[in-house]
Nanobody, 124 residues
Framework: QVQLVESGGGLVQAGDSLRLSCAAS????????MGWFRQAPGKEREFVAT????????SYTDSVKGRFTISRDNAKKTVYLQMNSLRPEDTAIYYC?????????????????WGQGTQVTVSS
């Protein structure tokens, strides 16, 4: 059973930075595409960022381009989401997800495994 454990969330002010981490207990972690999604209160889950097996294969939702960076460390079996210039509208629970197909995808249903989420709250 693959487990994804997110960490790094918290309460910050607008303009601050946070780095989320997602540790995966997966023997072949490097074969998976990884993604970050978020869900704000009263809203549907939305795609944030994805990274394929190759670290140069990344994609972001428009609202975070230039502010967020997804990266991975296969030796540590960890994926990161560096979030800069945070805004109140970034407030949400952030979820890490793994896709065994290995191709970066923005579609939530493509992901096989999900973490429990970490709360990010940005105050104005």
């Amino acid at each position: 059973q693959v487990q994804l454990v997110e960490s790094g969330g918290g309460l910050v002010q607008a303009g601050d930075s946070l780095r989320l981490s997602c540790a995966a207990s997966l023997r072949t972690f490097s074969n998976y595409a990884m993604g970050w999604f978020r869900q704000a209160p009263g809203k549907e889950r939305e795609f944030v960022a994805t990274i394929g097996r190759r670290v140069d294969h990344t994609s972001y939702t428009d609202s975070v381009k230039g502010r967020f960076t997804i990266s991975r460390d296969n030796a540590k079996k960890t994926v990161y989401l560096q979030m800069n210039s945070l805004r109140p509208e970034d407030t949400a629970i952030y979820y890490c997800a793994a896709d065994s197909a290995g191709l970066p995808t923005v579609v939530g249903y493509d992901y096989d495994r999900w973490g429990q989420g970490t709360q990010v709250t940005v105050s104005s």
